[in-house]
């Protein structure tokens, strides 16, 4: 099925991650010209650009609005991002004992580098475009011992996400934005913690019992980014989570 973006200048932040990567190498199936961007994984960034033929890399703390403006700069025309970069603190911490600075960071990681992020693409839009956020089931339903985390998640697809799609066509009449909630996805986020066992424990709530590849939310992305399979689709969020409802809350 064509998507329309052969040849568009797609920027996948967090590309050196376990789903920013599976969404690069799904933008460069699709033909576009992808600009991978990496924070501290320049080595893994490095070795994508090589495997997408010769990609633009840049390096970026998108918690930094000076990084942000260069990064911006360095890249050129864009015509899709898709903001995949985030941190998940994986220590659970209720909210009691929960430290400022943590709280801080990861706002600062998720919500304030996605609102950067969302900035800088939208300043340099001029025609038709497409941003696609990417949050997390957490911002659907809260996460015990992550309130930071499932906090920033849920600004991003709640007040965040359906204020920039109000906002983005006062600048180009047919530009998008959506996002994706991923639920437990196999990456080096979740490294240690989606063992068999503890796959059976968290799909409890899930219609499949199984976690999701990097690539089940690439794919995703890229449809909400299509011109041609989402053109008349935005302010929506898209659930890649094996129909999960909920929490298991008691044992
Ligand atoms: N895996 C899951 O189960 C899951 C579930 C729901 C939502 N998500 C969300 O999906 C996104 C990708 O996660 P992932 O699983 O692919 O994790 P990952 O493999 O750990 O990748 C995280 C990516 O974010 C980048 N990053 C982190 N902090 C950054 C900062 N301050 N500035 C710029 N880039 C930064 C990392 O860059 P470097 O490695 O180069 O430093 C890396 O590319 C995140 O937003 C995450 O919250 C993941």
Redesign the pocket.
Known sequence: METGLAGKRVLV????????SACARAFGAERAEVVV?????RD??EALAAELGGAQIVG????REDDVDRLFAQAGRLEVCAA?????PSEDVPVWELPLERWQDTLG??LT?TFLTARGFLRQLERDGALVL?????GLFGEAGHADYAAA?SAILGGLLLSLKNEVVRKAPRARVNAVA????E????RGHVSEEQVQRISRTMALRKIAQ?EDVARQVVVLASPELSGHVTGQVVTVAGGMEGRVVHD
């Open positions: 932040t967090g590309a050196s991650g376990g789903i920013g961007h990496y924070h501290r994984g893994r960034a970026a703390d998108l918690t995949v970069a985030g941190t998940w990681a998720n580098a990417v949050s997390s089931t957490a998640k991923p639920g437990w996805t990456s080096a986020m979740t990097p």
